[in-house]
């Protein structure tokens, strides 16, 4: 069991170039979410997803958008990157949400910077 | 407006004693907290969790208070070990929040040997 991966590790991008990150989990969960963490604030969620199908927006959206085409796959699109966008993008999963009482697990997280 | 605090950034201990890491919350509809442990250039790795039926959880040398009336959490490691030492972040969910976890801003723990 790989639990959860993201790719890449570590990425630089120019202000106005896009990317996207990649999340992949083999644990069969259903929900998925996307966290930035800056200093000094903690863990701030950015999108999750609650099925394939189907994504919601969460504390600090905007800038980002997701796909979840694939039960195993959230993918996380930086349209024009901006420098205020540097940050560390973790990915995680769980089986059920919050309200049937299940812990989130964690990828190893991709360090972005924008210049 | 921050719902989950960890007011103290870091926190030093000596290795056998006790390390007390504490939470608050803003949100009272809160009925779900974890505590997760974070070692650098890693993603934060589950380590305890309580609901809001509870007052305290243990498992191992690891327990977790809730003090609902305080909207207050405190995670207790004893003894503490030199592997301990880590960036540890309270969260927490429930209510009107639906599917989303708020995270606290985390507290480096560093367990001198």
């Known amino acids: 069991n790989a639990g959860v991966t993201q790719t890449p590790k570590f990425r630089v991008l120019k202000t106005g170039q896009s990317m996207t990150l990649l999340c992949a989990q083999d644990?069969?969960?259903?929900?998925m979410y996307w966290y930035r963490q800056d200093p000094g604030m903690g863990l701030r969620l950015i999108h999750y997803s609650v099925g394939e199908g189907t994504t919601a927006k969460g504390e600090v959206p905007d800038g980002y958008n997701v796909s979840r085409l694939k039960k195993q796959n959230f993918l996380l699109g930086l349209e024009s990157a901006a420098p205020s966008q540097t940050s560390v993008y973790f990915c995680?999963?769980?089986?059920?949400?919050?309200?049937?009482?299940?812990?989130?697990?964690f990828g190893p997280g991709t360090r972005l910077t924008v210049l | 407006d921050q719902q989950v605090k960890q007011n103290s950034p870091s926190l030093s201990v000596q290795e056998g004693r006790i390390s007390i890491l504490n939470c608050d919350y803003t949100?009272?509809?809160?009925?779900?907290f974890l505590w997760y442990k974070k070692y650098p250039a890693e993603g934060p790795t589950f380590l305890i969790s309580i609901s809001s039926i509870k007052d305290k959880n243990e498992d191992g040398r690891f327990t977790v208070f809730l003090n609902k009336s305080a909207k207050h959490l405190s995670l207790h490691i004893v003894p503490s070990q030199p592997g301990d030492s880590a960036v540890y972040f309270c969260?927490?969910?429930?209510?009107?929040?639906?599917?989303?976890?708020?995270f606290g801003t985390g507290t480096s723990l560093t367990v001198i040997p």
């Open positions: 644990m069969n969960h259903e929900y």
């Open positions: 969260a927490a969910s429930g209510g009107g929040t639906g599917n989303q976890f708020y």
């Open positions: 995680a999963s769980s089986y059920s949400g919050p309200v049937n009482y299940n812990e989130q697990f």
């Open positions: 949100n009272s509809m809160f009925d779900y």
